[in-house]
């Protein structure tokens, strides 16, 4: 199959590096020059519990309309980007073309189909992790399932195809009729981790030894799930309270995504996050002022180092 893979950061990487494993053509498409060049100069090195290994049946461009049209675009910037790199990359979607995002964060699927029908569009969630370490080389930090599923809950030939491919590449994959619950049920343990631990700098398991850490991140995701049943979501988890701290429990070490963005100095997925359930909440008269005080907070951080 022909894939491009949107966005070459850490997980772009991952997924296109195991599916070029898979014999697959894949085009890595980023706008950062010296990252590319690297990839087609010495290939993508994927380091793992095995060691590191090289992969060299891999393409990388900063010009999308190079690749032409592919069959499968699998979406990996953050999602504070996903408009802009879909309107780049146009030239590349054809007629069946299908776009898959396992992105974090709510609103994804919309800004996608700002750009291409929604028919073409196929969601879900990945608990891989992984890490950028250099110009050309990530960590795969951790492996997890992989949850596929139309938007409209049906079990179509071509998300089982999907799948298969992922399965062929080594990717742990399961098909969902109810993707939006898929999508929220990642949310609701974002809203609890990620901006909490991104203002103290805490790794996912310390959030457990503060009371005070411990209490945000319960009336964070409480909020959440307020706003969810208010939509109609059907989440996946009975308690997304004890479900996001198992989450923090096995991902003890981990530093999550927006502490490592906030470390670095990049823009966060705050918005899609925190801030998304606040203007959700807004819009159904549901108060959500511990959300909105943790978007404010990332916010001025990201404010603070944009003026450095
Ligand atoms: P990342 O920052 O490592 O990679 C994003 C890449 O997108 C960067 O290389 C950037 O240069 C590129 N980019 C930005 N604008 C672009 C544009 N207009 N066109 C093409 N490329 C562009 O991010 P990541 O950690 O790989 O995360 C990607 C998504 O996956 C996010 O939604 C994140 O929340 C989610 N996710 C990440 C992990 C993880 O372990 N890293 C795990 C699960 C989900």
């Known amino acids: 199959m022909k894939i491009a893979v949107l966005g070459a950061g850490a997980m772009g990487c991952l997924y296109g590096g195991l599916l ?48 032409g049209v592919v069959d499968l675009i699998l979406v990996f910037v953050k999602s504070s980007s996903t408009d802009k790199a879909l309107e780049g990359a146009k030239g590349i979607i054809g007629e069946n073309t299908i776009i898959l995002t396992l992105q974090n964060g709510l609103g994804n699927i919309e800004k996608i189909a700002s750009v291409v029908a929604e028919k073409n569009i196929i969601a879900g969630t990945t608990a891989h992790g992984s890490t950028l370490l250099d110009l050309g080389k990530i960590v795969h ?11 409209n809950g049906k079990i179509t030939d071509r998300v089982k195809k999907l799948k298969e491919l992922f399965f ?9 009729d109810n993707v939006l619950g898929v999508i929220w049920d990642k949310l609701m343990v974002n809203v609890g981790i990620n901006a909490i631990t991104a203002i103290t700098e805490l790794r996912n398991g310390e959030l457990l030894d503060f009371n005070e850490a411990e209490e945000l991140l319960e009336n964070a995701v409480r909020e959440a799930q307020e706003v969810a049943k208010a939509k109609g979501v059907r989440l996946i988890s009975e308690n997304p309270v004890d479900h996001t701290k198992k989450i923090c429990r096995l991902t003890a070490n981990n530093k999550s ?10 823009r966060t997925e705050i918005d899609m996050i925190n801030g998304a359930i606040v203007k959700e909440g807004s819009k159904l008269d549901i108060n959500t002022p511990i959300n909105l ?12 180092y944009e003026r450095m």
């Open 293 to 304: 005080v943790l978007t404010n907070l990332i916010k001025i951080k990201e404010r603070r």
């Open 257 to 266: 995504s927006m502490l490592q963005d906030i470390i670095n100095n990049r």
């Open 168 to 176: 062929e590449s080594g990717i742990e994959t399961i098909i969902t």
């Open 141 to 151: 930090a951790g492996k997890g399932l992989t949850v596929l599923g139309e938007i």
């Open 20 to 67: 070029a494993e898979g014999d697959n053509e894949v085009w890595l498409i980023d706008i950062w020059k010296e990252h590319v060049e690297k990839i087609n100069k010495e290939g993508l090195k994927i380091q793992d519990k095995c060691g590191e290994r090289i992969i060299k049946n891999i393409n990388a461009t900063i010009y999308p309309n190079k690749v």
